[in-house]
């Protein structure tokens, strides 16, 4: 585990239960980065306990390699002992103090399942952890933001959309947000006005110290914004001014942009608007669809959102202005958004097939590429949905389906698009190579 550790991440200390054998163990090492903490030689523990305490206790800044760029105050006895074994069995006995006594802490607390949220303290002497958060939020999107809320504070209620009608029966579907909130028996409200007195009251109530808004769907009036104690938050999945609104993933991909994130801003009552409290970026994988963006986005959200909330307690932020003059905005997209009218003439334009393709990955799950074949003004032809393809540069194999040449613009290099996956009307998904066996192309 020494060797996975690197330098630069400045870890002093290392943790495992369960090594291959029952037994926990930790590592400690510190090679005198800063001149005036004194070193830590290479100490390795096996079943550490604490068998005392020293009453005076200090309070300290402490990170953790499993938090990164995450730094709290925690209280610790300045002094403990501990009874361990070396890594050949032997017992032994350690009175630590300063920095070593505070690492082998920190440590045994992770073999035992706490970990440093569980003690850092905010004003009034109140825990980190007895944070009370109310989490609003519909889709799956959102679950792992609701899961970290749920491991690190105190979620004392989560607010989701009200059930809705849907497929061909119509029948109601309950949010996977909502869903999750009644397996985990956290208090959950669907209310259909927002701005209705009862339910205003009953989250007055609750005392909530944060609100976190995460893809809700609705927008909060300023009489639910101004109810925590901190501050209300929304979590956006994109680099805000940029793509306001209901669809930043897809609109992202459809501007051809290299990178993305999340924005954590602190709400005002306009959309996406309010001052941003932290930014995290990705990059966008030239083959990712808004289906796999929209998941790494979703984690990052998860950690962005933990970042945000502690930065806002401990005022080590001060949320800064958005620039109105860059801003950009999306709108909801419907299934029409996806239809190409004569696909084939247009993959002949060298200026449009980069925007074909990237349509095709932006548009996936919902609501997908589709086109028509021989059909004419009178009647709509057979409907035909492009699940992948890809750009290439280099001439396509002996065999293998592909569009016709592209004419690049003068100077530019040729290209072709590859369909890879499609989906016949009436017909579960097949590769393009099958369904050209009996069909004409669609390029």
Not at 140 to 156: A, C, N, R, V
Not at 164 to 175: F, M, Q, Y
Request: hydrophobic letters at 40%; one cysteine or more.
């Amino acid at each position: 585990m020494i060797n996975e550790v690197k330098s630069s991440a400045l870890g002093v200390g290392l943790s495992a239960p369960q090594l291959g054998k029952t037994i926990k163990a930790l590592v400690c090492y510190y090679g005198g980065q800063d001149e005036q903490v004194k070193n830590i030689p290479l100490t390795i523990l096996v079943n550490p306990t604490i068998t005392h305490v020293f009453k005076e206790q200090e309070t300290l800044v402490e990170g953790c390699l499993s938090f990164p760029d995450v730094f709290l105050p925690v209280a610790r006895p300045v002094k403990v002992h501990i009874l361990a074994q070396d890594r050949f069995g032997k017992k032994i006995k350690l009175r630590v103090d300063c920095l070593l006594g505070r690492v082998i802490q920190h440590e045994i607390d992770h073999l035992n399942g706490i970990i440093y949220f569980d003690k850092a303290e905010i004003a009034g002497g109140k825990k980190l952890s007895d944070l009370r958060v109310l989490f609003f939020a519909t889709p799956s999107f959102s679950l792992p933001t609701l899961e970290s809320l749920k491991f690190h504070f105190h979620l004392i209620g989560v607010v989701s959309e009200p059930d809705k009608p849907a497929g061909r029966g119509n029948v109601l579907k309950t949010s996977a947000v909502a869903l999750a909130a009644k397996q985990d028996n956290i208090p959950l409200f669907q209310p259909e006005n927002l701005a209705d007195s009862h339910f205003v009251k009953q989250l007055y109530e609750l005392k909530p110290d944060m609100i976190v808004v995460c893809a809700y769907g609705k927008i909060l009036p300023k009489e639910i914004l101004d109810i925590p104690k901190y501050t209300s938050l929304n979590v956006h999945p994109s680099l805000l001014p940029k793509f306001r609104g209901p669809t930043p993933i897809q609109n992202a991909i459809l501007a051809g942009e290299k990178t993305t994130g999340v924005t954590v801003i602190a709400m005002d009552e306009q959309i996406d608007h309010g001052p941003i409290v932290i930014t995290d970026k990705i990059k966008i994988a030239p083959a990712a669809n808004a289906e796999k963006l929209a998941q790494k986005l979703s984690q990052l959200a998860s950690w962005t959102t933990i970042k945000a909330i502690v930065n806002i307690v401990y005022k080590k932020v001060r949320p800064q202005v958005q620039d109105d003059s860059q801003a950009t905005f999306t709108h909801l997209l419907k299934k029409e958004d996806g239809f190409i009218e004569n696909l084939k003439l247009k993959t002949q334009n060298a200026n449009e097939i980069q925007e074909i393709e990237r349509k095709i990955r932006a548009f996936y799950p919902w609501p997908k590429v589709w086109t028509e074949i021989g059909g004419d003004l009178a009647k709509r032809g057979k409907r035909i949905i492009i699940h992948r393809a890809h750009l290439q540069n280099s001439p396509p194999k002996a065999g293998q389906p592909r569009a016709e040449i592209h004419n690049p613009p003068a100077g530019g290099q040729i290209s072709y698009l590859i369909l890879d996956i499609v989906q016949p009307e009436g017909k579960k998904p097949m590769k393009y190579s099958d369904y050209l066996k009996g069909n004409p192309k669609i390029i």
